[in-house]
Structures are given as structure tokens and as C-alpha cells.
């Protein structure tokens, strides 16, 4: 709203109060004169006069005058109705007339006089059932004239005193018609001393707030304890008014009457500076305003927005039902909302939202996909949400650079409450010049209330799902390994109501070179309770993996896990270890959903795979293996019961419709594929895990060959040999030295270091050949820090690394296994006609 600057002269001063007065504790009434008077300088009206027709002739006399600026302007005394006055030309006219100070100009007689360049003025004409009953002149001293809510204003007031008028059927008007007329219209007035908290109130303010005169004791706190919580914020930046609140000021609030009824007030109030430009006295009026008399399509409205903001979820839902509340209705050019975080504003929306349509200032601090700036850079939002009241800025404002161009024709700004501070702010602006009309000012400010509750609430429901998404995906793998001979995808959907972190989990484990695990599993509930247990049966069955167990094993270690943990939650689960090679599968199910295969001629089927008992439900559970034998092309899906049951989807249409969809998909893309399993991709009631394999079968197949070593003085050199021989036979033996030297170091620690058996095992892919020597030991081969040159061992693996492309040791099943890699120098070798062989102690 308009910054008016200090109150004009003219606005009556508190009085003294009577000797007396703080004796009795109930300070005597303001005249009614001078509530008045403050009365119309809010309205803009330095005098009103009323003009009735006079006796026996055709024009206008002057019967009474009120306002402060009575002793500063006269008008006439008598306004002939064929003259050019603007009161005749009103009369003339049938409706008011506003004239600025230049049209006034204009005007050769009825005009105030002394003729100040300042002064505007208004003719309303009196009527009541077609008869002429007069003409209420009012003289302002604003070179703007009066704005849209004035002129409002002193309409309801010419209407009251032509009520009075008729009233009088005929008579001679009373003495004094322009006071009765404006208490009628329930205006009241006070002037506060902030330093003090005290404060003159006449009745009518009184009557309002509903407290009787003999009940008030001139203090400010006693009219506050009538005002609704939710509005003291408001109503303190009134009474603890800064230097930046010199201007006018208006702001609308609720107090709840003895009754019990509450009743919606507005305040219109104006601070005056002493000699040292501090606060003096804050000068007001209050009147119980029709703008709140909403119609049925303003009720309509509220109740649609308040639907919509309890439907949006997050930050972003509320920021565009806002913009859909707002734009289009008020025909606004602009609407930008913005989170208050610590001492910055955060935008949320921007509405349009080119970085062109916004100021300068804002496009410097666009770094990410809005802006955002310090409180300090914007005095006029940091005012707004300081004192947490709603502005209207009229066309021509002048406001600091960072609000250029926002609203040139009119800006309002909605600080948005929530519990007791301010959430955030909206801006609501226009390119042309725009009239805020009353019903404008309730749906705003309705708005802003609603507004700020719903922003809270979905700034705790982003920070709640920014965590549990980050809770989710810290559980679940962040990649997928690179298979040969196979590609893996896989989707998560978190669950639609709630905290959106389950217990719905996925894996693919890397066994060795040419063996892979896929696992999924789903942990009864959706709290972060089943997904620490999600996390810690994903963690387990990786690790019984990775040691080398048969499937079986696996899936009956992590089941007694579970049960020993001693929780109330169950989880189901399904296994599945793949030979990239040759295509054979092993499938164990705990309690789960059967897999899903598409053939490579696009029929699929539900793989009948033996089931078991959920994890977690018996120790003793059993959980047999069933083989299935892939050919390449085929696609191997996984999925959880979120994807194919819903409290309106059958569990068996749902596989049916899954099955249909696995048919339909294009197997070239599997990332497509899963994408179009999910559907739509809305979150469904439960969560959803979706793993999907395409088994393309392995382009180059690795040539093996095998020896059991026994445990003989002279093993080394048999292993030696063994080795040799196969070099030859794959033609390959150009590497032979290094590999040799691996072998013969190798063997000789699993024989020296472990007890039972080893097994060298050798493996030729392409161009590199893979040395293993498995034993029965757990423990992992340890380099020596320092190796002494008189030393006599310790330097076999520092050889073996030296001598390899690649080394390392895996856990597996009853032991370990120390590998090392080698490029065969040369061309491509070629393969022996046998693929795999395997010796005991050098007997094939």
C-alpha cells in the first residue's frame, strides 16, 4: 500500500487527559468530533461539506462542514444549480465526480479557496427514491485525488447521510448530519503512544473491539487480548512501528467479542515523527469493513483452494497451486513465491519463469534452476515479513532496483504465516496499472493464510523425503557391474503414502568371471525399521555370496540371520545364480513371487520354481534348488509384489498383465523394457523392485583345464608339468615362462601355508590366461612389508605380482582362491580341439 509520509497537518492531537482521569482507571470518551476528523483524513478528506437545496430558489446552501481542515479551506456559501460548479455538475451528472488538482482547475466557481495546487476534490450527489436531496463536497489535499478505496468509502458515506436526509421527510436538516452520519457507518479512531502503550480510543472503536468504556483502561494491551493469536503478529508491527514504517498503513485482523462471535476488522493507521524522526504517535481508524462479505464465487474459490493445497504433497505442488489460485483469477502478469531460510529467500516458483520477464538484479543471482537473495537486498519484503502484513503497492511506487519490473502497475506482497512466524512470501505483480479492489484484498490475504500452513507442511514433507530417499538409495546398489554375456537393469519406486523408504531390495553379484548372482527381496512394512533390515539382509546375502556358497546356502545363512536378529519383520526373497557360460541356472525362493521368462521368440511363462518359507519365520526352514536352462535372448525378471498386486489389482492379473507387458516390450533396449513394466510410473500404495536380465550367451568361450594337486614331495614339479602340456595343446606356450613361475609359486604356498586340498585350475580367454589355486584356507595371502636380503622367503608373491597383468584372491566355499592373469605376447592364439580337461595327480 502507499507510503503516504508523515500525517498532514490538521489531524487533531490526543487530548490531556482530565484531572481525574487515571484515578478512575476508565479515561473519558473522545469527542466526537475529533473521531471524526480522524475518520475522513483516513479517507483522504480534509473537509466535507453538505450543500441541501435552499428555500424558494434553485440552488445549493451550505448547511455544515467537518473535517480538520475546516479552518484551512472555506467553500461557498451558496452554489447555484445552472452554475459550473462540480457539485451542479454532480447534480447534473446523477453520479459522483472526482476531479484531481488540474481538472479542478478547471472549474471558475465551487471550488475551495484559498486555491491551493494541492487540492482535489469530490461532488457526491444526495438522492433517495428520485428525489434531490443535496450534495456532499469533500476537498483532499492529495495531488493524487482520492485512490479507488477512498472514493468507496465516501460513497457509503454520502449514502448515510442522504439516509438521514430522507429520514427527515421534508423537514429543515438538523443541525449536525455529517458526525451521526459517519458513526453510523461503525469508523472508529485512536492515536497510540508507542513508547508508552497508551492509547485513546473512542467509543465506536470501543463498540467494535467489545469492550464497554467504563471496562477500558487506556492501555493497548486490553484492546489486544480481544485480537485472535494468529493476527498479534501483525498487530505488534502497529504498536512497535520502525523508521522504515513512517507511511500508511493498512491491515486487516479478527477479534473475538464477549459473545463469542468473531469479527473481521480493518485498520487503516499512519505513524507521525517527532523532531528527532522517532515514532511519536500512531493515528488510526478501524471499522468492521464489508471486504470481507465474500460472494458465493469468493467462497467457491477458497474452498477450491483449500482442497488443492491439502492434496499438494511438496514445495513445488503448493508453489503451483498458488500461481493457479492467483494469476489467471486477479489477471495478474506475474507470481513468485519464495521459502524465508535463515536470512534468504529461496524461490520456489516463478510464473512465467524466462529469467527475461524478471529484474536485472534477480538474473545475477540465477545460479541454479531459480534465484535466490539475501532479506537485505529487498527492504521491502524484509518490511512485509518483519511485520508479517499484507502490502499493496499501487501503479508508480517507486521500490528499490531488485522489485523493478515485478509489478510496475500494482504489486502485492503476501507474507505467508505458519504457526507463529512467516514462512515464506508471495509476490503477486502487474505490468498495467491495476486497482486493488476489496474483494482482491480478502482473497489475498485468505490466501496467504492458507498458503503459509501448506508451505510449512510440505517443507517438512520434502526434508522428510529428501532423507528417506537418500536413506533408500544409500541401501540399494548405486550401479549395476558390467556382465559378459548379459545386461542388467533394474528400477526402484518408492511407496506413495508415507515415509517413502520400504524394504523392497535388488542386487546383482559379480561371483566370478562367468558367474553372476541376481537376488530380490521384499521386507514386510514401509518404515525405516524394514529398511535397516533390508539393508542388512542385502549386506548378508552379498557376503554369503561372495564366499562361494551354492545358492541354497545362501538364501538358508541369511534366513537364520534374520531370525536371530529378533525382530517382528519377515522378508521374502528369490535367489537366482546364473552360468554366463552355458546358460544353466539355479533358482531358490523364500516366500516370493515367482521369476519371469521371455523366450527369445516373445512368449514368456512363470518359471515354477520350488518355494520356501519367508526369512525370518523358522531356522529350520528348507529352501530348495530348482535348475532352469537359459538360451541367449531370453529376459529373466524379478519383481516385487508392489509391481503386480494393489488393494484393486488381483495378485494373478496382475502377473498376467506383467507377463503380457514383458511380451510386448522390446528386449533390444532393457532399460525401455523395464521403464514400460512399471507403466505410468505412479507411486502405487506399496513400494516396487523391478530386476531384469537379457542373456545374450558369451562371444568368446574361455578354454579350461584342471588339476588336483596332491600333497607329494614333488607336487610342484607335477603341476609344472601340467601346466606346460596345456600351454602347447592351446598354443599359447610363448607365455610360458611367466605362467610357469606363477604356478610353481602359487602352489608351493597353498602346499607349505594350508592344510587339506588345493586345485590349480587354468582358464584361457582370448589372449589372457588365468592362473587359480584354490585351497582350503580363509585366510588371504599376505604380502610381506619388508623383505630382508638375507631373507629366505617372502618374496613368492612379490614375484607373482610382478610377473601378472592382474592378481588377487576371492573367498569361496571352504576356502580361498588365489588367482593371477596373463597376456599371452603375440597374436591371437589358437584353441585346442578340447575345451575342458581335468587331472589328478597327472592322470587325465
Not at 172 to 188: F, H, I, N, Q
Not at 541 to 553: C, F, I, K, L, N
Not at 768 to 781: F, K
Request: charged share 20%; proline share 8%; net charge negative.
Amino acid at each position: 500500500m502507499p507510503h503516504d509520509g508523515p500525517a498532514p497537518a490538521g489531524v487533531s492531537e490526543p487530548r490531556a487527559p482530565e484531572a481525574g482521569a487515571a484515578d478512575t482507571g476508565s479515561p473519558p470518551p473522545v469527542p466526537g468530533a475529533a473521531a471524526s476528523d480522524r475518520a475522513l483524513t483516513f479517507a483522504g478528506a480534509a473537509l466535507a461539506a453538505l450543500y441541501v437545496p435552499g428555500a424558494g430558489d434553485a440552488g445549493l446552501r451550505l448547511v455544515e462542514t467537518a473535517g480538520c481542515g475546516a479552518a484551512q479551506y472555506r467553500l461557498p456559501e451558496h452554489l447555484p444549480l445552472t452554475g459550473g460548479s462540480p457539485a451542479a455538475h454532480a447534480l447534473h451528472l446523477d453520479r459522483p465526480v472526482w476531479l484531481g488538482s488540474a481538472a479542478l482547475a478547471s472549474f471558475a466557481e465551487g471550488g475551495p479557496t484559498p486555491a491551493r495546487g494541492e487540492a482535489t476534490l469530490g461532488a457526491l450527489p444526495l438522492e433517495a427514491e428520485g428525489r434531490r436531496l443535496g450534495c456532499l463536497v469533500v476537498v483532499g489535499t492529495s495531488p493524487d485525488g482520492f485512490d479507488v478505496e477512498q472514493q468507496r468509502f465516501l460513497e457509503r458515506y454520502a449514502d448515510a447521510v442522504a439516509d438521514l436526509l430522507r429520514a427527515g421527510n421534508g423537514r429543515p436538516p438538523p443541525t449536525s448530519l455529517l458526525g451521526p452520519a459517519l458513526r453510523s457507518l461503525r469508523v472508529g479512531s485512536f492515536v497510540l503512544v508507542p513508547d508508552t502503550g497508551v492509547i485513546e480510543a473512542d467509543e465506536t472503536l470501543l463498540e467494535l473491539v467489545g469492550i464497554t468504556p467504563d471496562d477500558f483502561d487506556g492501555k493497548a494491551d486490553t484492546l489486544l487480548s480481544h485480537a485472535l493469536p494468529e493476527d498479534m503478529h501483525a498487530l505488534m508491527s502497529v504498536l512497535e512501528p520502525s523508521t522504515q514504517a513512517f507511511g500508511r498503513r493498512e491491515l486487516e485482523f479478527r477479534v473475538r467479542c464477549p459473545t463469542g462471535e468473531m469479527r473481521w476488522l480493518s485498520m487503516g493507521c499512519r505513524v507521525v515523527t517527532g523532531t528527532d524522526d522517532r515514532p511519536e504517535q500512531v493515528l488510526g481508524v478501524v471499522t468492521a469493513t464489508s471486504v470481507l462479505r465474500r460472494t458465493a464465487d469468493d467462497v467457491s474459490r477458497i474452498q477450491w483452494l483449500t482442497a488443492a493445497l491439502d492434496d499438494a504433497a511438496t514445495v513445488s505442488e503448493v508453489s503451483h497451486v498458488l500461481v493457479t489460485a492467483l494469476r489467471e483469477p486477479l489477471g495478474a502478469d506475474r507470481v513468485a513465491l519464495a521459502e524465508l531460510q535463515d536470512d534468504r529467500l529461496t524461490v520456489t516458483v516463478l510464473d512465467p519463469p524466462q529469467p527475461s520477464a524478471w529484474p536485472r538484479a534477480w538474473r545475477s543471482e540465477w545460479r541454479t534452476e531459480w534465484p535466490d537473495a539475501p532479506l537485505s537486498a529487498l527492504p521491502t519484503l524484509q518490511m512485509a515479513l518483519r511485520d508479517g502484513r499484507l502490502d499493496l503497492w499501487p501503479a508508480g511506487t517507486s521500490l528499490e532496483p531488485a522489485l523493478a519490473g515485478v509489478g510496475d502497475g500494482g504489486l502485492a506482497v503476501l507474507p505467508l504465516p505458519a504457526k507463529g512466524r512467516i514462512a515464506g512470501v508471495c509476490l503477486v505483480g502487474w505490468d498495467q496499472p491495476h486497482e486493488f479492489a476489496p474483494e482482491e484484498r480478502s482473497l489475498l490475504t485468505a490466501t496467504a493464510a492458507l498458503a503459509g500452513q501448506a508451505l510449512k507442511r510440505a517443507h517438512a514433507h520434502d526434508a522428510e523425503q529428501e532423507l528417506a530417499t537418500m536413506l533408500q538409495r544409500s541401501l540399494l546398489p548405486r550401479r549395476l557391474p558390467e556382465l559378459p554375456g548379459g545386461t542388467a537393469v533394474a528400477r526402484y519406486l518408492p511407496a506413495r503414502r508415507g515415509l517413502q523408504v520400504g524394504g523392497d531390495w535388488y542386487d546383482v553379484i559379480a561371483l566370478s568371471e562367468d558367474r553372476v548372482a541376481l537376488v530380490i527381496g521384499d521386507v514386510q512394512g514401509h518404515s525405516a525399521g524394514a529398511a535397516t533390515i533390508m539393508g542388512q539382509m542385502r549386506t548378508a546375502v552379498r557376503a554369503y555370496a561372495v564366499e562361494g556358497h551354492p545358492p541354497d546356502v545362501v538364501v538358508s545363512h541369511a534366513n537364520r540371520l534374520l531370525v536371530g536378529m529378533e525382530t517382528d519383520l519377515f522378508a521374502t526373497c528369490c535367489y537366482v545364480e546364473l552360468d554366463m557360460e552355458e546358460g544353466n541356472t539355479l533358482f531358490v525362493r523364500a516366500g516370493h513371487l515367482s521369476p519371469l521368462l521371455r523366450h527369445p521368440d516373445g512368449t514368456t511363462e512363470e518359471v515354477q520354481v520350488e518355494g520356501g518359507l519367508p526369512l525370518g519365520i523358522s531356522a529350520e526352514a528348507e529352501f530348495p534348488m530348482t535348475a532352469v536352462a537359459l538360451t541367449p535372448g531370453a529376459v529373466l525378471a524379478l519383481v516385487t509384489d508392489g509391481l503386480v498386486e494393489a488393494a484393486d489389482l488381483p495378485l494373478d492379473e496382475g502377473m498376467d498383465r506383467t507377463r503380457a507387458a514383458l511380451a510386448a516390450a522390446d528386449p533390444e533396449d532393457p532399460g525401455r523394457m523395464a521403464d514400460e513394466l512399471l507403466g505410468d510410473g505412479v507411486r502405487r500404495e506399496d513400494d516396487v523392485a523391478l530386476l531384469l536380465l537379457r542373456y545374450d550367451g558369451m562371444k568368446t568361450r574361455p578354454i579350461r583345464a584342471g588339476w588336483v594337486v596332491w600333497r607329494l614331495p614333488d607336487a610342484v614339479m607335477h603341476a609344472r608339468r601340467f601346466t606346460a602340456r596345456t600351454l602347447r595343446r592351446w598354443k599359447v606356450d610363448q607365455a610360458a615362462d611367466a605362467v610357469l613361475l606363477v604356478v610353481s609359486e602359487l602352489v608351493t604356498n597353498a602346499l607349505v601355508h594350508t592344510q587339506g586340498a588345493v586345485r590349480l585350475d587354468l582358464v584361457l580367454r582370448g589372449d589372457r590366461v588365468r592362473v587359480s589355486v584354490s585351497d582350503s584356507s580363509p585366510r588371504a595371502p599376505a604380502k610381506p612389508v619388508i623383505v630382508d636380503w638375507e631373507a629366505t622367503g617372502g618374496r613368492g608373491l612379490l614375484l607373482v605380482e610382478a610377473m601378472s597383468d592382474a592378481f588377487g584372491s576371492v573367498p569361496v566355499a571352504g576356502g580361498k582362491q588365489v588367482w593371477s592373469e596373463i597376456v599371452v605376447p603375440g597374436g591371437e592364439p589358437v584353441p585346442a580341439e578340447s575345451g575342458l580337461g581335468s587331472e589328478r595327480g597327472g592322470l587325465l
